[in-house]
C-alpha cells in the first residue's frame, strides 16, 4: 500500500502534528528517505517518538519500516494500474482496519434502530446485512424506496446508526438520505471506493473497498465482489462480538 493510501486509510488516528509529518514527508520523500529519524524529527521541530508513534498509526512496524517502505515506492514510482479480481481482492483486504470495525460494531450494538441503504446493483448488500444481523438478534431494516427511507430517516435519533453504500461515493440519492440524517443527527457509517468522495466526507466512520468504476459497452461493470468481502468480514466480526 502506498504512504498517501496509509493515510487516507488510517486519517481518522491522526492530530495535527501528524498532518504536519506527513505534508513533509509527501513533498520530500527522497530526502525523507535518506535522513535518520533524529534528523527528520529536527527538521519537523519534534522528537523522534511522535515519528514512531505516527509510524505505527500508519500501520508500520516503526519509523525503519516506513522509511524502507518509501525507498521501495520511489523505486517503483507508481503501482501499476490492474482491474483483475486478485488484485482488488488482494487492496481491499489491505484496506480492513480491525479499529474500525470494532468501532461500527459498537455503534451497532448500541442502536435501538440501524437502517441500510443503496441503490442499484448495490442495493442487494444491503439485505445481506438485514439477515447477517437478524443472525445475532439484532433488528435492522432496508427500504428500496426513496419515500419509505425518508419516513424511517425522520424517525431516527442521535443513538441511531445509518449505514450507506455507495461504490462512487457520488449517488445522489444516497447523498440525500445521509444529508436528511445528519439533520437530525444521526449517526452515519459508508462504505465506498477508497478514492476521496462526498458520501465520505460526511460520514463519521468509513469503510473502505477497492473497486474503481468500470464500464463496458455503456453499462457500468462495477465488480461489488470488493464490496462484498468487506460486509463479510465485517458481518463476522459482529457475529463473534454480539
Known sequence: MLFEERVRKFEYKLNDTDDQIIEYIIKNKEKAVTLSIQHLA????????????LSKKL???????MKNSLKEELHNQEEAE????SFLVHKTIGLLDQDKLALITKM??????????????TSPLCDVMVKNLK????????YMHRHDMVHEI?????????FLISLSGETSQVLDMAKLAKEKGVRLISLTHFDRNSLQQMADVNLYCYSPRKT????????????MIVLRVLSEYMWDSF
Open 108 to 121: 451497532i450494538q448500541e442502536a435501538d434502530h440501524v437502517l441500510f441503504f443503496a441503490v442499484g446493483d
Open 42 to 53: 529536527a527538521q519537523l521541530y519534534t522528537v523522534p517518538n511522535t515519528i514512531t508513534r
Open 154 to 162: 425522520n424517525k431516527l435519533n442521535s443513538d441511531d446508526v445509518l
Open 135 to 142: 443472525i445475532v438478534g439484532k433488528s435492522s431494516a432496508f
Open 82 to 85: 490492474e482491474d483483475s479480481l
Open 59 to 65: 500501520g508500520y512496524d516503526g519509523f525503519s519500516h
Open 216 to 227: 463496458l459497452n455503456g453499462y457500468n461493470i462495477t465488480d461489488k465482489t470488493p464490496a
